[in-house]
């Protein structure tokens, strides 16, 4: 599996998973066993996943969504990229995340 | 993996995903057909298997898609699939990764015959994330045999059941308590002791409902002669004296009040609902009185669930005989009586169910809250007796 997060790649969620918005909370169910420890585990993210996870839409690099995220909160790209490198990392391991292309 | 700063583990069934508001309907409870492979005497609903007048009422794939997009649309989390046998559908499959990926959680409800090494493959890849709820009717072929009416029924359950545990699919086991079984009652708690996910004894059903359809007086006789006694009800309800104690006390603490007037005292039709196999939603599995079910063929889940369930709530008894008894009476608890025994029993919302009574009696009497000769709704101090018997003041 691969988990190492490029940058200049693209990211989609996983077909693995579904997202649902729950009072504006987005939670992520398990489609396939394996995902979570149990078998009934669901996951929802904090808000800065939940910022990032709206824009890996399949189309945007990794680059494009920090640039994205900068202009909107006015905070340095560096510590924004580390974020969303940290974000998909842990997304890839969790299998919730694939690379769309790279 | 360990937690982290951004991702949450999250257990459903634990914590309410909702926490500001709550969604119109958290599960919705569809029967996908009323057909069934077994032919159990006791059943308030089956029909035979290859009834094709009734396969061809059914909702069609597409219709039931439909209403999952719109379950999902409104918050609910989960939907239960039940029959009849729902595996009996050739769309299940289809029906169950819908609803799987809509996001929604899966409750099964099945008797395990038709459970095939390709969709326990099924369950096992693309997990219900509910536990499978499996009613085993027998531990020997003899007995099992004799309740579902089936020949080889006994070998089908068991292998579908063995799949399950093979696959590591979790699931529960219920029962029900019928004259060829009930002296297996040790033995199947025994074995139910040792599948992997049982983590309380399992439950049963035994006072076993009428055709919900009224549609045979036949059945119905056979059903009524096959219910325990109410002091049978009673021997089997306290074979552990002490856990029906506790469990009665922290129940009765809770749940214990005259209902009075209103017919709905209990959460039906209130976040959740239950279509029928042909597109009527009804408030709870077993009320099909015409004057209480919805038809979602020619409105919509949401039309339902925020105008038709909440008048029904709102609907009064006006059998004088139910406003004597039933509305006055703080046994509600302990009582199964509701609108929907009323309709099986009598085809109506409020008569009182004698039987049904009779069982709440016993174990009120049993537990000291009234003597032989009261009934509940003749108790003036009923909160007296209540705070005496669980050691909680009512609220």
């Given at each position: 599996m691969e988990t190492e997060v490029r940058m200049g790649s693209v990211y989609a969620p996983s077909e693995d998973v579904v997202a649902r918005e729950i009072e504006g909370e987005i939670i992520i169910v398990p489609l396939v066993a394996g995902i979570g420890d149990m078998e009934d585990e669901l996951f929802t993210l904090n808000e800065t996943?939940?910022?990032?996870?709206?824009?890996?839409?399949?189309?945007?690099?990794?680059?494009?969504?920090?640039?994205?995220?900068?202009?909107?909160?006015?905070?340095?790209?560096?510590?924004?990229?580390?974020?969303?490198?940290?974000?998909?990392?842990?997304?890839?391991?969790?299998?919730?995340?694939?690379?769309?292309?790279? | 993996m360990t937690e982290s700063a951004y991702v949450e583990k999250l257990r459903a069934d634990k914590v309410s995903l909702w926490k500001q508001t709550r969604p119109l309907i958290s599960r919705l409870d569809i029967e996908l057909t009323e057909r069934c492979n077994?032919?159990?005497?006791?059943?308030?609903?089956?029909?035979?298997?290859?009834?094709?007048a009734a396969q061809a009422r059914e909702l069609t794939t597409k219709d039931i898609q439909n209403v999952l997009l719109e379950v999902s649309s409104l918050g609910a989390m989960s939907v239960r699939f039940t029959g009849g046998e729902p595996l009996l559908r050739d769309d299940f499959e289809a029906l169950y990764l819908?609803?799987?990926?809509?996001?929604?959680?899966?409750?099964?409800?099945?008797?395990?015959?038709?459970?095939?090494?390709?969709?326990?493959?099924?369950?096992?890849?693309?997990?219900?994330?509910?536990?499978?709820?499996?009613?085993?009717?027998?531990?020997?072929?003899?007995?099992?045999?004799?309740?579902?009416?089936?020949?080889?029924?006994?070998?089908?359950?068991w292998r579908g059941i063995r799949l399950l545990l093979d696959r590591q699919i979790p699931f529960i086991v219920k029962g029900a308590l019928l004259p060829p079984n009930k002296d297996e009652m040790e033995q199947f708690e025994e074995w139910a002791t040792t599948t992997p996910w049982m983590d309380k004894p399992p439950s049963y059903s035994m006072l076993f409902d009428l055709r919900t359809r009224r549609d045979s007086e036949a059945k119905n006789r056979h059903?009524?002669?096959?219910?325990?006694?109410?002091?049978?009800?009673?021997?089997?309800?306290?074979?552990?004296?002490?856990?029906?104690?506790?469990?009665?006390?922290?129940?009765?603490?809770?749940?214990?009040?005259?209902?009075?007037?209103?017919l709905f005292s209990c959460g039906s039709g209130h976040g959740g609902a239950c279509l029928d196999a042909y597109g009527k939603l009804q408030p709870c599995m077993l009320l099909r009185h015409p004057d209480t079910v919805y038809d979602l063929k020619t409105g919509s889940l949401k039309d339902a669930l925020?105008?038709?369930?909440?008048?029904?709530?709102?609907?009064?008894?006006?059998?004088?005989?139910?406003?004597?008894r039933c509305a006055r009476c703080f046994l509600k608890g302990l009582c199964e009586q509701c609108p929907a025994k009323s309709w099986t029993e009598h085809g109506t919302l409020d008569t009182p169910v004698e039987y049904l009574c009779e069982v709440a009696h016993a174990q009120a009497?049993?537990?000291?809250?009234?003597?032989?000769?009261?009934?509940?709704?003749?108790?003036?101090?009923?909160?007296?007796?209540?705070?005496?018997?669980?050691?909680?003041?009512?609220?």
């Amino acid at each position: 599996m691969e988990t190492e997060v490029r940058m200049g790649s693209v990211y989609a969620p996983s077909e693995d998973v579904v997202a649902r918005e729950i009072e504006g909370e987005i939670i992520i169910v398990p489609l396939v066993a394996g995902i979570g420890d149990m078998e009934d585990e669901l996951f929802t993210l904090n808000e800065t996943g939940k910022n990032i996870w709206g824009r890996l839409d399949g189309k945007k690099t990794l680059n494009a969504v920090v640039a994205e995220l900068a202009g909107e909160y006015g905070a340095p790209a560096t510590e924004i990229a580390k974020d969303v490198s940290g974000f998909v990392s842990e997304l890839l391991k969790r299998r919730m995340l694939v690379a769309v292309s790279g | 993996m360990t937690e982290s700063a951004y991702v949450e583990k999250l257990r459903a069934d634990k914590v309410s995903l909702w926490k500001q508001t709550r969604p119109l309907i958290s599960r919705l409870d569809i029967e996908l057909t009323e057909r069934c492979n077994n032919n159990c005497a006791h059943c308030y609903i089956n029909l035979p298997a290859d009834d094709k007048a009734a396969q061809a009422r059914e909702l069609t794939t597409k219709d039931i898609q439909n209403v999952l997009l719109e379950v999902s649309s409104l918050g609910a989390m989960s939907v239960r699939f039940t029959g009849g046998e729902p595996l009996l559908r050739d769309d299940f499959e289809a029906l169950y990764l819908f609803a799987r990926r809509l996001g929604l959680k899966v409750l099964l409800f099945t008797n395990a015959t038709l459970i095939t090494p390709h969709m326990a493959d099924l369950l096992a890849r693309v997990p219900p994330l509910e536990k499978i709820e499996v009613t085993v009717y027998g531990m020997a072929r003899e007995s099992y045999d004799a309740v579902s009416r089936k020949a080889g029924s006994f070998e089908a359950a068991w292998r579908g059941i063995r799949l399950l545990l093979d696959r590591q699919i979790p699931f529960i086991v219920k029962g029900a308590l019928l004259p060829p079984n009930k002296d297996e009652m040790e033995q199947f708690e025994e074995w139910a002791t040792t599948t992997p996910w049982m983590d309380k004894p399992p439950s049963y059903s035994m006072l076993f409902d009428l055709r919900t359809r009224r549609d045979s007086e036949a059945k119905n006789r056979h059903v009524r002669s096959i219910r325990p006694s109410p002091e049978q009800v009673l021997g089997i309800l306290t074979r552990r004296p002490e856990a029906y104690l506790k469990s009665t006390k922290e129940f009765c603490s809770k749940f214990m009040s005259p209902p009075g007037g209103l017919l709905f005292s209990c959460g039906s039709g209130h976040g959740g609902a239950c279509l029928d196999a042909y597109g009527k939603l009804q408030p709870c599995m077993l009320l099909r009185h015409p004057d209480t079910v919805y038809d979602l063929k020619t409105g919509s889940l949401k039309d339902a669930l925020t105008r038709f369930f909440p008048a029904l709530r709102e609907m009064k008894a006006t059998n004088p005989d139910y406003l004597a008894r039933c509305a006055r009476c703080f046994l509600k608890g302990l009582c199964e009586q509701c609108p929907a025994k009323s309709w099986t029993e009598h085809g109506t919302l409020d008569t009182p169910v004698e039987y049904l009574c009779e069982v709440a009696h016993a174990q009120a009497r049993y537990v000291g809250m009234l003597s032989e000769s009261e009934h509940g709704w003749e108790v003036e101090d009923w909160r007296e007796r209540l705070r005496r018997f669980s050691g909680k003041e009512k609220d």
